[in-house]
């Protein structure tokens, strides 16, 4: 009698298999991110890429065009506002010294006290506490640096994605099908088919979702911060409108970053622009982006919530980005592997449409 029957050891080579393709992405992963962005670029312009084509007969053709008005666009917009917010960087960047000084050395609790009320003694305590602190508050200043840096080492993808996006844009189709040409089992190339259409959904329909939040922050960011005569408000809303394409931990960063630079330029009225960044977030959270977002993506709040941290573990930034299609893509794999597992044992069933979140009854 054999120690090991067959059906183990399928199980066992396929759990292997898994554990190496995982050991793969895991060590490839700065790499594949590479190429994930390239695919959400290749979605997010696709729809022109259609339209276009019929018009100019020729994918190939419909690509270039749509990139050379990308780039003319760009060259419009380096030409009339990137100087403006080029020497609005500089002066922050200029200025950052100076304001972590005023911190790490608690003059800024004095100024505060002053100018909003405080009790000399409270003031005091503060400016006190501060001065204790001021090797932690020196600290986090470097951290977040060196995180600043380590992201502007990835400025690179900025040229590469676009060139990696043209190949999935003229050849995506071809990739999937390739794909499905080494499945032979009809029910598997079914699971198969489920699984890559509803991913397909799933991507489109999540990155221009964030592109047109990411764009609404970004219009109401500057024009508010501007009204409102915030210091380096171009910069500040630039920097919200950018922050809002990473999940949860994005929007946070941004109302952080807002509220620590008016008040370490001793902006006088602070506590207006905590409401508006307060009631900014709600009404984007619960009013835009269940409607612009809908519930395609069909995530419980704890797993989006995990996802992020579990991202953010891994790869830093880009993980905490990549965390919810991620999530949302393993939950797609998980309800087709449903389906699969319920015809193989019940016959065939109505198919299964991706974001009813219905399973058809069992016979």
Same mark, same amino acid.
């Given at each position: 009698?054999? /120690?090991?029957?067959?059906?183990?050891?399928?199980?066992?080579?396929? *759990?292997? $298999?898994?554990?190496?393709?995982?050991?793969?992405? #895991?060590?490839? =992963?700065?790499?594949?991110?590479?190429?994930?962005?390239?695919?959400?670029?290749? #979605?997010?312009?696709?729809?022109?890429?259609?339209?276009?084509? +019929?018009? @100019?007969?020729?994918?190939?053709?419909? %690509?270039?065009?749509?990139?050379?008005?990308?780039?003319?666009?760009?060259?419009?917009?380096? &030409?009339?506002?990137?100087?403006?917010?080029? =020497?609005?960087?500089?002066?922050?960047?200029?200025?950052?010294?100076?304001?972590?000084?005023?911190?790490?050395?608690?003059?800024?609790?004095?100024?505060?006290?002053?100018?909003?009320?405080?009790?000399?003694? &409270?003031?005091?305590? /503060?400016?006190?506490?501060?001065?204790?602190?001021?090797?932690?508050?020196?600290?986090?200043?470097?951290?977040?640096?060196?995180?600043?840096?380590?992201?502007?080492? +990835?400025?690179?993808?900025?040229?590469? %994605?676009?060139?990696?996006?043209?190949?999935? /844009?003229?050849?995506?189709?071809?990739? !999937?099908?390739?794909?499905? !040409?080494?499945?032979?089992?009809?029910?598997?190339?079914?699971?198969?088919?489920?699984?890559?259409?509803?991913? +397909?959904?799933?991507?489109?329909?999540?990155?221009?979702?964030?592109?047109?939040?990411?764009?609404?922050?970004?219009?109401?960011?500057?024009?508010?911060? !501007?009204?409102?005569?915030?210091?380096?408000?171009? $910069?500040?809303?630039?920097?919200?409108?950018?922050?809002?394409?990473?999940?949860?931990?994005?929007?946070?960063?941004?109302?952080?970053?807002?509220?620590?630079?008016?008040?370490?330029?001793? #902006?006088?009225? *602070?506590?207006?622009?905590?409401?508006?960044?307060?009631?900014?977030?709600?009404?984007?959270? #619960?009013?835009?982006?269940?409607?612009?977002?809908?519930?395609?993506?069909?995530?419980?709040?704890?797993?989006?919530?995990?996802?992020?941290?579990?991202?953010?573990?891994?790869?830093? $930034?880009?993980?905490?980005?990549? !965390? %919810?299609? %991620?999530?949302?893509?393993?939950?797609? @794999?998980?309800?087709?592997?449903?389906?699969?597992?319920?015809?193989?044992?019940?016959?065939?069933? +109505?198919?299964?449409?991706?974001? &009813?979140?219905?399973?058809?009854?069992?016979?």
């Amino acid at each position: 009698m054999a /120690l090991i029957d067959s059906r183990t050891s399928r199980v066992l080579l396929t *759990v292997l $298999v898994f554990a190496l393709g995982l050991g793969f992405l #895991y060590t490839a =992963r700065h790499t594949l991110v590479a190429f994930l962005f390239a695919i959400f670029f290749a #979605y997010l312009v696709d729809p022109l890429v259609s339209k276009l084509e +019929n018009l @100019v007969r020729g994918r190939g053709r419909a %690509i270039a065009i749509i990139y050379v008005l990308l780039l003319a666009l760009l060259a419009v917009f380096f &030409t009339f506002v990137g100087p403006k917010i080029g =020497r609005e960087s500089a002066k922050l960047s200029q200025s950052l010294p100076q304001l972590l000084e005023r911190v790490s050395s608690g003059e800024i609790a004095l100024r505060l006290g002053t100018e909003h009320g405080l009790s000399w003694a &409270t003031a005091k305590q /503060l400016q006190e506490f501060l001065a204790h602190h001021s090797q932690d508050i020196q600290q986090i200043a470097q951290r977040a640096g060196l995180r600043a840096a380590e992201t502007a080492k +990835n400025i690179w993808l900025l040229v590469l %994605i676009p060139i990696l996006a043209a190949f999935f /844009l003229k050849d995506g189709r071809k990739f !999937s099908g390739t794909s499905l !040409s080494f499945v032979h089992s009809k029910p598997q190339r079914e699971f198969m088919e489920g699984v890559f259409a509803d991913m +397909n959904a799933m991507l489109a329909h999540f990155i221009r979702a964030q592109l047109t939040l990411a764009a609404l922050s970004l219009v109401l960011y500057i024009a508010v911060l !501007s009204l409102m005569r915030v210091p380096y408000a171009l $910069v500040l809303g630039t920097a919200g409108g950018v922050m809002e394409f990473i999940p949860v931990v994005g929007p946070l960063v941004a109302a952080v970053l807002i509220l620590g630079v008016a008040i370490l330029t001793g #902006y006088g009225h *602070v506590l207006i622009l905590l409401l508006f960044l307060g009631a900014w977030r709600l009404i984007q959270d #619960y009013v835009v982006s269940p409607r612009v977002m809908g519930e395609r993506m069909e995530l419980h709040p704890l797993a989006a919530i995990f996802g992020v941290l579990a991202g953010g573990e891994i790869a830093g $930034v880009l993980g905490v980005y990549l !965390s %919810i299609p %991620i999530m949302a893509s393993l939950r797609i @794999v998980w309800r087709r592997w449903q389906v699969y597992s319920e015809k193989k044992r019940f016959g065939p069933l +109505n198919e299964y449409a991706f974001g &009813t979140g219905d399973f058809p009854p069992r016979v």
